[in-house]
């Protein structure tokens, strides 16, 4: 007679068997005696591959989605500190554009002023020139050392003017061009304001 085990072995053989042929038939109540979790069956093995395989490849996206999420933060703090330059380039133009501003608003007070100034320029230039007397064609050297009491002479017995007190000269320089044989360097004769 056979032993227990035996005869268990045998009926687990044939219920795993029963269980193959007839795979969604098998039930809690065709267990064997003695076992608590149902037998599992093929389609269920299939099942729980496929669960697997779905949990593993969704763990491999989501390490995908790590890398770039990553990658993104890289790419968010590259940016941020992009803005960051250009906020303060942008701060360093706006303080440059203010102070252009400011010299901008002064412009036309200082145009003013130089107008102003170049009239009186003229006017100081048209006054100093008024005492300037030029003479033409007097070669050089004939003056002499004494330039000065030359030239008084010469408006005395030249022009025939007759001067009280003898003509004061505040410069008397020769101006022009260097010396050719053929042209004089004229002279200037500034008389002191009066």
Do not use: Y
């Amino acid at each position: 007679m056979p032993n227990d085990k035996t005869a268990s072995k045998h009926s687990r053989q044939l219920l795993f068997s029963k269980a193959i042929a007839q795979p969604k038939t098998m039930t809690a109540q065709t267990a064997p005696q003695g076992h608590t979790s149902p037998p599992v069956d093929q389609p269920t093995l299939d099942a729980t591959d496929r669960i697997l395989q779905e949990i593993a490849s969704v763990g491999r996206r989501l390490e995908v989605m790590d890398l770039k999420i990553t990658d993104l933060t890289l790419a968010s703090s590259s940016i941020r500190a992009d803005i960051a330059g250009f906020r303060e380039t942008v701060t360093n133009l706006d303080q440059r554009l203010s102070a252009v501003e400011d010299h901008i608003t002064t412009i036309p007070d200082q145009e003013e002023e130089l107008k102003s100034l170049r009239t009186k320029l003229t006017d100081l230039e048209d006054r100093s020139r008024r005492g300037n007397v030029r003479f033409f064609g007097i070669p050089e050297q004939k003056e002499g050392s004494d330039i000065k009491t030359f030239l008084s002479s010469l408006l005395t017995n030249h022009f025939g003017i007759e001067f009280s007190p003898p003509p004061e000269f505040q410069r008397v320089p020769r101006i022009g061009p260097p010396h050719k044989a053929s042209t004089n360097k004229q002279i200037n004769c500034m008389f002191p304001a009066p």
